[in-house]
């Protein structure tokens, strides 16, 4: 690089960082025109667009242009360098303006996946899991960052996350125990006589929480969170929030939780299967009672096509399925070949979920679980796979539904960690209908938080 390029990309850089993006720009294109710095100028143009785009003086349809304008230069420089966490998340941010939050989040998680020592962008993932409905996952990462950060500003927006995702997920004694908590930690950092350690806030911005509560909380619930959302940003003081603690809590109802219904995919032919290619009527009427079950539950859309699948993600041979396992969660996949059920992938937590939903008579959470499996009819099934919380729950689904006695099904299961209780696979050898365990090698289970692995079912019925 010559020392005239240097110049340009130095007095660029000034530039940009006293926010003069319009002056900066034309001399990011000089070096792009060139040829110089590879990803850099390309990245920094990107920033300058997203950065205008942001401007409160433009119009939507102005902002918006800007913004897609940036993922374009983005795009380049990651053509340039995907390895480069910083154009990943500037792309995550472009996204998430233009309300894209779903590819914003695959963005971020390219970023995080780069440097996971960032928390910036596992509370990016968090919020674009947030503001797609998929609280489980939020709440399971936000629950990641409690546990992990350190600084008071980290601890602090993990906190009310936490909080938030406890209200919307209905676990309204949770929200309120966390509540004592981060109250109780705060009082702590302001009774603290070091000055260096005074709390004045938090330099994030709260615009996704915001929404999330605005459209999804009411009543004493929304008061409590506004509360901390508002302390956190230092517009009210610690004595203020726990007087709104004192005056709310009581009043906190499931009625103040009003989550809306996220708007159903739409389907089309290739991504969705055909069950009139279901010959027999009985496993037709199986699948499709199944289907009806979930489709529209939450974000669900039913069952989706393997073959869909299989075009956007590749098979590891060495691990299995693993894009599989890592894409079931909330979803359900389906193969059929000459007129039956060849592979199906089902997530049964979300199948209980519907069901009580629906006001299904109440029963014992396994024998809930059976009567799912009894919903199940794929006499001619070759791979089935089953993500669950626990394992207790998948073997009550499997010996609940109907193969064939005798027939030999590989099952892969995705099931959380339960430290002392549920950590890995050994224990199944002891179940009959078990054989030929392959657990997946622990470097690919999320830090040790899942149980992966494949196994042989010899059907009893």
């Known amino acids: 690089m010559s020392e005239e390029h240097d110049e340009v990309f130095d007095r660029a850089n000034a530039l940009f960082d006293q926010g003069k993006y319009e002056e900066a720009l034309p001399l990011y294109e000089e070096l792009i025109a060139a040829k110089k710095l ?115 500003d980290d601890v602090a927006v993990a906190w009310a996350f936490c909080i938030l995702l ?71 003081s610690l004595d203020r929030l726990v007087e709104i603690q004192a005056s709310e809590k009581d009043k906190v109802t499931f009625d103040d939780v009003h989550v809306k219904a996220l708007e159903p995919q739409e389907k089309s032919p290739e991504a969705y299967p055909d069950m009139r290619e279901i010959a027999d009527p009985r496993e037709r009427e199986s699948i499709e009672s199944i289907d009806s079950l979930v489709d529209e539950f939450g974000d669900n859309v039913g069952f989706e096509s393997f073959a869909f699948l299989f075009e956007n993600y590749d098979w590891n041979v060495d691990k299995g399925p693993a894009p599989f396992l890592e894409e079931l969660v909330h979803r359900f996949f389906i193969e059929i070949d000459n007129g039956h059920v060849k592979r199906l992938s089902i997530e049964i937590n979300q199948m209980m979920s519907a069901l009580l939903e629906r006001k299904k008579p109440q029963a014992p959470i396994t024998s809930i679980f059976q009567f799912l499996g009894e919903m199940l009819y794929c006499p001619q099934i070759e791979e089935i796979y089953i993500t669950s919380m626990g394992l207790p729950a998948i073997l009550e689904f499997m010996r609940g539904a109907s193969f064939g006695k005798g027939r030999e099904i590989t099952l892969f299961v995705n099931a959380d960690v339960i430290p002392g209780q549920q950590e890995d696979l050994l224990p199944l050898d002891k179940v009959t209908e078990i054989s030929e365990i392959d657990e997946i090698p622990v470097d690919y289970q999320a830090e040790g938080k899942k149980i992966v692995g494949s196994m042989t079912w010899t059907a009893k019925r």
């Open 38 to 152: 590879g990803a850099d100028p390309l990245f920094f143009k990107a920033e300058c667009l997203a950065n205008l785009g942001q401007s409160e003086t433009l119009s939507p349809e102005e902002s918006q242009k800007l913004e897609s304008e940036s993922i374009t230069w983005y795009d380049k420089a990651l053509d340039i360098d995907d390895e480069n966490e910083l154009i990943w998340n500037g792309k995550g941010n472009a996204l998430y303006h233009l309300g894209d939050y779903t590819k914003a989040r695959v963005c971020f998680e390219c970023a995080y996946d780069i440097d996971p020592e960032n928390i910036d962008y596992a509370f990016s993932i968090t919020e674009t899991c947030l503001l797609t409905g998929d609280f489980q996952e939020a709440s399971n990462l936000a629950q990641d960052a409690l546990d992990t950060a350190e600084g008071t």
């Open 166 to 236: 406890f209200f919307l997920e209905k676990k309204l004694v949770n929200a309120l125990d966390t509540l004592d908590q981060f109250i109780a930690y705060f009082q702590g950092i302001e009774s603290d006589s070091d000055p260096d350690n005074d709390f004045r806030g938090v330099d994030y911005d709260f615009c996704g929480m915001e929404k999330a509560m605005v459209s999804s909380l009411s009543g004493a619930s929304m008061e409590i969170v506004a509360g901390i959302i508002n302390y956190l940003k230092g517009e009210i």
